[in-house]
């Protein structure tokens, strides 16, 4: 009984957690994952949005603005001096 119950186990425990761990794991990766991603996609969006966007608009401004400035002042200065004078 000793060296049967040594010999059953062993195999039955590896056939049992061979299978139950397949698909345990299957099962439970697709829903956590699922969940998870979707939890940190959202945070991780929001973080990075707002800072991404703060940056990016406050630096993106200022250049175009100073651009767009420079062109039509020079091109609306050119022409108004024209006609007025």
């Known amino acids: 009984m000793k060296n049967y119950t040594k010999a059953t186990m062993k195999d039955y425990t590896k056939a049992t957690m061979k299978y139950y761990t397949k698909a345990t794991m299957k099962d439970y990766n697709k829903a956590t994952m699922k969940d998870y ?8 969006t929001k ?12 630096d ?4 175009t603005m100073k651009d767009y400035t420079k062109a039509t002042m020079k091109n609306y200065t050119k022409a108004t001096m024209k006609d007025y004078t």
């Open 37 to 44: 991603t979707k939890a940190i996609m959202k945070d991780y």
């Open 47 to 58: 973080a990075t949005m707002k800072y991404y966007t703060k940056a990016t608009m406050k």
């Open 60 to 63: 993106y401004t200022k250049a």
